[in-house]
């Protein structure tokens, strides 16, 4: 099996590209790319993100062809994607995140600032909390109910549909960390840094 | 809910952890990347390099730390120490590193702290502020505590989160290496200052210190070194006293 990290020159990603070569070990073969050929002949893509939903958008704009390619990859083909942070929340419509920016519109919705209620929560949601699991998601197999994961991020991402919604964590309201539509998984935090249940994450995404 | 978090931290010199007790004194205490993993797999919520000498040596020996870190640690990797450039953020983060924390560069070119998370995003930026204690207020030091900017720690910290910083860590120069627990004061005056999380250090003896750091210096996390590294509490004894206390944690 070959599964593709997007590398889309945005943000951070050793962390990602280290977890899931943890998990594949050598049976499954992962390719950190931005080759558009590679990406359609892989059987997972894996899109991560991080900084601002714009300079994601825009750093994925800036490869031509790349949101083509995935949108037929996950749109067309239906073949699973899996996208972590801004990763997911550029599934939605739109997002305001620095200025009003369009997003891959695979999933309905927009992405706005948590409320940080006057002050009383700190932004960015730093740190261990725990997953309120909605719905039954392949990727959650074996992953109990409260389980802590790794969040960083100060927007979130808010699904028309809440049908979609897999998973939420209670900060300030209840915030979409998880969402399944089909072939399209999405996580708000970070299975690649919180430790061994969050590989186990990444784990049933390898194996689905 | 949130939890706070503890945070073991290695000051590494030369690829090697050492601690100093008020920054001198330094003791051999072993391999950072075989102490980072003992600490992630003992429930650390995150785990942090101080690499302690770097302003003025050779600092290649850290890159190859966090690169071997982190393909071992699935938690977040904090690193900080002699940090100048926006390019050495990005190679401490291409090595594998989450956040990166600046003290002395931030003090001198506030334009790292807004160019570095405007280009990384502000989740991995982190200013690390070393205070002192001058009449009422406190002064930024820099330098590993060695030159005193004498500009005030509070209105400093503020400024740093408006420039893009994504967590203040807050060190009390005159608790480093002391064991006597947090300069409280200090914690909640920089907490309620700022809107995003703090990270309390120095000075921490006992558990009860990690305590008082979060009920009543109001940090969203702790971090402490000594108490952790020679073994006289392991990370799940600390968590299993702080929730004893009634404080969430990951356990």
């Known amino acids: 099996m070959n599964v593709s990290i997007v590398d889309y ?13 943890e998990v594949a070990e050598d049976k499954v073969n992962i390719e950190v790319t931005s080759d558009l050929n590679k990406i359609k002949l892989s059987d997972k893509v894996v899109l991560p993100g991080q900084g601002s ?19 037929e990859f996950a749109m067309t083909n239906k073949k699973p994607l899996f996208g972590i942070c801004v990763g997911l929340q550029m599934f939605a419509d739109i997002g305001y995140e620095e200025s009003e920016t369009q997003g891959l519109g695979w999933i309905s919705g927009k ?21 309120n699991i909605v719905k039954e998601s392949k990727i959650f197999k074996d992953i109990n109910d409260k389980s802590h994961m790794y969040f960083v991020h100060s927007y979130e991402f808010i699904p028309e549909d809440k049908n979609v919604i897999s998973a939420t964590t209670d900060y300030s309201s209840n915030i979409v960390c998880s969402v399944e539509k089909e072939n399209i998984f999405g996580t708000q935090f970070h299975p690649e840094k919180s430790d061994k249940i969050g590989l186990k994450i990444i784990n049933n995404f390898l194996n689905l | 809910m949130l939890k706070n978090r503890i945070i073991p931290c290695l000051d590494v010199k030369n690829g090697r952890v050492v601690k100093g007790i008020n920054f001198v004194d330094l003791k051999d205490a072993g391999d950072p990347v075989e102490q980072a993993k003992i600490y992630s797999d003992g ?48 190679k401490l983060l ?15 070119n506030p334009k790292v702290v807004i160019d570095s998370s405007k280009k990384f995003g502000s989740q991995c930026i982190v200013v690390a502020i070393d205070a002192k204690k001058n009449g009422d207020k406190w002064e930024v030091f820099t330098h590993g505590g060695r030159n005193n900017s004498s500009i005030d720690a509070l209105e ?56 008082d750091g979060i009920k009543l210096g109001k940090a969203s996390a702790v971090l402490a070194a000594s108490i952790f590294h020679y073994g006289k509490y392991s990370v799940k004894e600390a968590k299993d006293y702080l929730d004893s206390k009634g404080i969430p944690v990951r356990i």
């Not at chain 1, 945005?10 to 990602?16: A, D, Q, R, T």
């Not at chain 2, 770097?54 to 002699?82: H, M, Q, W």
Request: overall charge negative.
């Open chain 1, 9 to 21: 020159k945005s943000g951070n990603i050793s962390s990602v590209i280290n977890s899931f070569k």
């Open chain 1, 53 to 71: 939903f714009k300079s994601c958008i825009d750093a994925l704009n800036k490869i031509n062809g790349l949101k083509e390619t995935l949108n």
């Open chain 1, 111 to 131: 992405v706005s600032k948590i409320d940080n209620q006057n002050g009383k929560f700190k932004l960015p949601h730093i740190g261990w909390n725990q997953i």
């Open chain 2, 43 to 90: 429930g650390a919520d995150e785990i942090c390099f101080l690499d302690i000498t770097a302003s003025n040596e050779n600092r290649d020996t850290i890159y190859d730390v966090v690169e071997k870190t982190s393909k071992k640690c699935f938690v977040p990797l904090t690193v900080g120490g002699g940090v100048r450039s926006v390019e050495d953020i990005n």
């Open chain 2, 94 to 108: 291409s090595c594998g590193a989450d956040k990166v924390s600046i003290n002395t560069a931030a003090v001198e």
């Open chain 2, 156 to 211: 400093y910290a503020k400024q740093m989160e408006e420039n893009g910083a994504g967590e203040i860590l807050v060190t009390s120069m005159d608790r480093d290496g002391t064991q006597v627990g947090y300069d409280i004061d200090l914690m909640t005056k920089i907490s309620s200052k700022v809107n995003i999380p703090v990270i309390a250090s120095g000075g921490v003896g006992n558990l009860d210190h990690l305590v």
